[in-house]
């Protein structure tokens, strides 16, 4: 997944993840809750009617019907409803939609019947009779012959939609009613109950127990036996009714609705169903609209999502794009802290140090190259100017010895700068293994000493006698023999090296203090012992370092400009110091001020 | 034609002040900055070579220095520094030209001679004075097609009255030009060299390139434009309110502000 390896999309991709819980918990949340308020909503205003109903069948009164159909229109317009007959036929209907006007046969199980047929009540004046038997167990046998004639010719009611259904309705329900003693009962045998129906549970004035409370939530009525004509009955012969609920969705318009197999055997019957569709498209719509801002929401969050992402990214642009300015010759560029929040500000800081010590890492290697560019090819541009000049014409033997004299200086001072370099090269491989014994640190200082006044003197003695011709300044490190010197360490201290090589750097460090001293300065050497190391400090008068200069004294060849040359040396004495020092595992560090120049050597014991 | 040398590596200077001065120039050397910055400063130079890493004052904080103060001696960098933003910093302070160490002698003369000769207005390596003939290159001299030979010093003077033929050139402002420091300070070292050289180039001829501008100095230029003489005559004692004390002594004093100040007035003028 190479979109992964971006941090943009990445980030993106936790955005829109996030957005997308969230708004899933909030959809499932305001969907539950709608459907879970619209169902009581629903059951509410069903249970209303249903209870209405059941009233009104049981008062039986003369007005009941006018009362039942306005109780009827009262359902909420969006509930489609359905009412049965002991058949489970269904003799009213409502749906949400236009009324469904299907041409179907009459002998087909199809519902929304032809209007223009109303029941004749061709149930044979035997069907009373058996009615009137109905309290006898014996009714279920004749159900199913009453059933077909049931679904051939008795519900024809016109039933449509609004007003005309419920107007219908009164007609049916009488006749549904007067029917009522001499129809036998039958119910279909099998019809999956989603939820609740209304039922009116017709029981015996006897109470023989057949009709018995069946659903759940029921609520049972005493009933004068025929509804609406219940002054005819005697009270104790009324039937109770049962009233059930449920939600069916709503059948295709040609297809008969489910109906609930709670039929009882026989009894008139009543149902009112009410689809569940009102309430599934209500539902499906929110469903819909919750896709559909859901999707929404996905671009939205995808494109919010890039759009921070790539905000909360930008500095790391920036700070690419200052990185990416720099090169080997604007190495002083840096990254402008203050443009950076706080969390990025360490960031920054870091980068900028790094680019710090890249700078001095470049400068340090620009003037390495430039310095030893510059020792080792004006030796050489020396020799080669001397021997040209010289070759230009026929000279004298004194002429040509003068020359070949020079060059031949110049060559050795190539030489000892070679040599320098080759050591420097020697020591930084680290190959040569110590020959480590106990020296005496004074004793060894001392000896440095001696050595360097004997070879100064020498030194200034050739100087003086070679250079008497023109020139005005003796050249090279010339002895001074003002300096004073001040071997101040403690005799008793005794520590091991590898005496040549140590001595080595005390001579250089000794002549550098010379150099850069006044003619009549003072050196001093002080040592301390520490735990298990040795502090020597080595300190100079003299015009000191300045400040800017101090962190590459150590660096090959470089010297600080204002003594250069004057001191001689190629600039590698430091260099070697250093070298030595850090083989024997010690330290070296410098500090300088005006007047007072201290090199500090730490050694291990 | 006087060169100042400004290089710490002392045999090298030496070398090169050798090898220079067997051409002809005369040679100051300056082992550090500070030293040569006050001797070009203070001298007239006909060209200057500088080296950049020298002690106590950077090569190109001389230089800038230099240009600052209104010197514009032609100056040739002689360095070891190769790299291309080097060779561009040190010509964009003000250097002429830049050569890169090591290097060759004839490189160095020849383009040493090239300054001086931008610096003159004087393309041709062959200068021509009627029909005295100086190849500055071989330092061969002829008149009339009659080889002269002359030694360095006198060529030196030649050289200088020629590449400012048709100026009056005074007596300091030759021996700014045609002494070291090295020099003896002998007033009658230029007399005599004057002496010999126009010996040398007019004596044996019927025309007389060389003449003497009384309280002003010489003037080397072809018989027919006497006109020109006043008129340098004229410019130069305008531009020099003090008729040239020295002129008679011909050795000046070492007062190299003064002289310095003076030649470049004189300069100015043209």
Known sequence: MKILKSLRWKLTLWFVLLLTAIFLVLGIFVYSSHRQALYEKFDAGLHLTALSISNFLAQGEDNSLAWLKSKLNSIEPATSFFIYD?????????????????????????????????????????????????????????????SQAKNEQSVRAELSAGEKSIDSLEQRLAELLGDYRTKQLSGPASYTIKLKAIVKDHTDRADTGHHAATGPDTATVPRTDTGLHSDRVPAESRPSYRVLFYYLPLPPEDEVPAVPRFLPEEGVYLALVKSSLPLDEDLEALRRLLIISGLFLLALSTAGGLFLSSWALRPVHQITTTLREISGSNLDIRIKEENFDRELIPLVEQLNAALDRLQLAFERERRFTADSSHELRTPLAAMINELEVSIRKPRSAEDYQQTISEVLATAQEMENILEDLLLLARMEAGQKSLDLRPVNLRHMI?????????????EAATKSGASASSESKAMGQSFPPGIKFYNEIDPAIVIRADSNQLRRAWLNLLKNAIN????????????????????????NTGPGIPP????????????????????????????????????????IRASSQPGLTTFEITLPL | MRILIIEDHRPLAQSLARGLREETYAVDTAFDGEEGYFLAESNPYDAIILDLIIPKLDGLELLKKLRQKGISTPVLILTALDAPEQIVAGLETGADDYLIKPFHFEELLARIRA????????????????????????????????????????????????????????????????????????????????????????????????????GAGLVLKCPDDAAGIEDAVEARTESQNEPAPEDSSGAAPRQPTTRSRRRDSARGSR
Do not use: C, M
Not at chain 1, 446 to 458: H, K, P, T, V
């Open chain 1, 548 to 587: 800017d200069k101090l962190p590459f004294i150590f660096d090959r060849f470089y010297r600080a400009s204002h003594y250069y040359s004057e001191a001689g040396g190629a600039g590698l004495g430091l260099s070697i110091a250093k070298a030595i020092i850090e083989l024997y595992g010690g330290t």
């Open chain 1, 86 to 146: 002991p058949a489970g036929k269904i003799i009213l209907r409502r749906p949400p939609g236009p009324a469904p006007e299907p041409a179907v046969a009459p002998g087909s199980a199809s519902l929304p019947e032809p209007s223009s047929e109303p029941e004749p009540s061709p149930a044979s004046p035997s069907v009373p009779a058996s009615l009137s038997a109905a309290v006898s167990p014996s009714a279920p046998a004749s159900l199913s012959s009453l």
């Open chain 1, 516 to 539: 850069y001293n006044e003619p009549d300065g003072e050196i001093r050497i002080r040592a301390d012992r520490q735990d298990d190391k040795v502090v020597v400090t080595v300190s």
């Open chain 1, 446 to 458: 001392d000896e440095s000493w001696n050595r360097l006044q004997n070879e100064g003197q020498g």
């Open chain 2, 115 to 214: 300054l001086i000769r931008r610096e003159t207005h004087h393309k041709d390596p062959l200068l021509k004075v009627s029909d005295l003939l100086i190849n500055t290159r071989t330092r061969q001299v002829e008149r009339s097609g009659q080889e002269i030979v002359l030694t360095a010093k006198e060529y030196a003077l030649l050289e200088y009255l020629a590449l400012h033929q048709g100026e009056v050139v005074s007596r300091s402002e030759l021996w700014e030009h045609a002494y070291d420091w090295a020099a003896e300070l002998n007033s009658n070292v230029l007399d005599v060299h004057l002496h010999h050289l126009r010996q040398k180039i007019d004596q044996p001829f019927a025309t007389k390139l060389l003449h003497t501008v009384k």
